[in-house]
């Protein structure tokens, strides 16, 4: 059974912690996803990466920082964290995408609350 | 500029009734659409895309390029299907997709 798995169900840190969101998936895909899901606004792309050490900013980069130093993991990091960065994390995989074929698998998600 | 657009945030049912949750969409060239799920407490999780034609759980989606709308539809309504919905397109030319903000789908028995 393929997966892609997050370190943590539930995360609660402090205004100004350094906070680290860990993705790994066993699908030996080249893309990994970082996405906030809020209620009203769906699913934001925060960053992507399509290669080892490879990323582009998505639509909500600010505040955020990403790292891939391996095929199978990708990790969100919030340098300094904020209130309004409470949020539901998503990660998701994908094979780059033949026409209409790139399925993204998601992980269970991150309830992050930052106080 | 690409998006996605789900009127709306709340669709309630009785079972045994029709469905239709709404999705409009612009771009510039041929799109690749898609619907994905999220039951209770379960991952999102794809249900269908238009390049497959499928039906996958009585739901169907039909691209209308006249009208930019992909619906999900399914004759009558089960109770499990209340999830969120949400309908996504496929960026131009990358792997990334934009999702509209989603419908909740709530059928009663």
């Known amino acids: 059974d393929v997966k892609v798995t997050q370190s943590s169900r539930y995360l609660?840190?402090?205004?100004?912690?350094?906070?680290?969101?860990?993705?790994?998936?066993?699908m030996d895909h080249e893309?990994?996803?970082?996405?906030?899901q809020d209620p009203g606004l769906g699913l934001r792309l925060i960053y992507f990466s399509y290669d080892v050490k490879m990323k582009e900013k998505g639509d909500i980069p600010e505040g955020y920082?990403?790292?891939?130093?391996?095929?199978?993991?990708?990790s969100l990091i919030l340098e300094s964290a904020s209130t309004n960065q409470t949020s539901m994390y998503l990660c998701a995989s994908s094979s780059p995408g033949t026409s209409g074929n790139n399925e993204q698998f998601f992980g269970p998600g991150t309830r992050l609350t930052v106080l | 500029a690409q998006r996605?657009?789900?009127?709306?945030k709340l669709l309630s049912v009785f079972k045994g009734?029709?469905?239709?949750?709404?999705?409009?969409?612009?771009?510039?060239?041929?799109?690749?659409?898609?619907?994905?799920?999220?039951y209770s407490r379960q991952r999102l999780q794809l249900l269908l895309r238009h390049i497959s034609r499928e039906s996958i759980k009585g739901f169907t989606a039909d691209l209308n390029k006249g009208e930019t709308s992909f619906h999900l539809k399914k004759p009558f309504a089960q109770e499990e299907d209340s999830a969120m919905y949400y309908?996504?397109?496929?960026?131009?030319?990358?792997?990334?997709?934009?999702?509209?903000?989603?419908?909740?789908?709530?059928?009663f028995p």
Request: proline letters at 4%; charged letters at 25%.
């Open chain 2, 4 to 8: 996605v657009t789900q009127p709306e």
């Open chain 1, 65 to 74: 920082s990403v790292s891939r130093e391996k095929k199978e993991r990708f």
């Open chain 1, 12 to 26: 609660v840190k402090r205004t100004g912690e350094k906070v680290f969101l860990e993705c790994v998936q066993d």
């Open chain 2, 17 to 38: 009734a029709p469905v239709e949750l709404k999705c409009n969409y612009s771009y510039s060239g041929s799109p690749e659409l898609f619907w994905y799920v999220q």
């Open chain 2, 87 to 107: 309908c996504a397109l496929s960026r131009l030319n990358t792997d990334k997709l934009i999702f509209g903000t989603g419908t909740r789908l709530q059928v």
């Open chain 1, 31 to 36: 893309n990994m996803f970082w996405y906030r």
